[in-house]
């Protein structure tokens, strides 16, 4: 069930920009099951602190904040 959902959403892979409603979330290396982002208030904006998360963490934040996929 939970891979469905997943293939719903975007493929999350590293370059991907999202836009949140207070910023923008940048995927710069994705594992088995952890995403490296960055959380970034412009999108020009590239020196931010690198953060950890698992994958299903992070699709249901993308989901839950209706995230738009920008580039």
């Known amino acids: 069930m939970q891979t469905e959902e997943n293939e719903r959403l975007h493929k999350i892979e590293p370059g ?3 836009k ?3 910023g923008y979330l ?3 290396e994705s594992g088995k099951r952890l995403i490296y982002y960055k959380r970034l208030k412009a999108p020009e904006q590239r020196v931010a602190i690198t953060q950890m998360i698992s ?3 992070l699709l249901n934040y993308l989901r839950q904040s209706e995230a738009q ?3």
């Open 16 to 18: 991907q920009l999202w």
């Open 20 to 22: 949140l409603e207070h």
């Open 26 to 28: 940048h995927i710069v």
């Open 55 to 57: 994958i299903e963490a």
């Open 69 to 71: 996929l920008v580039a």
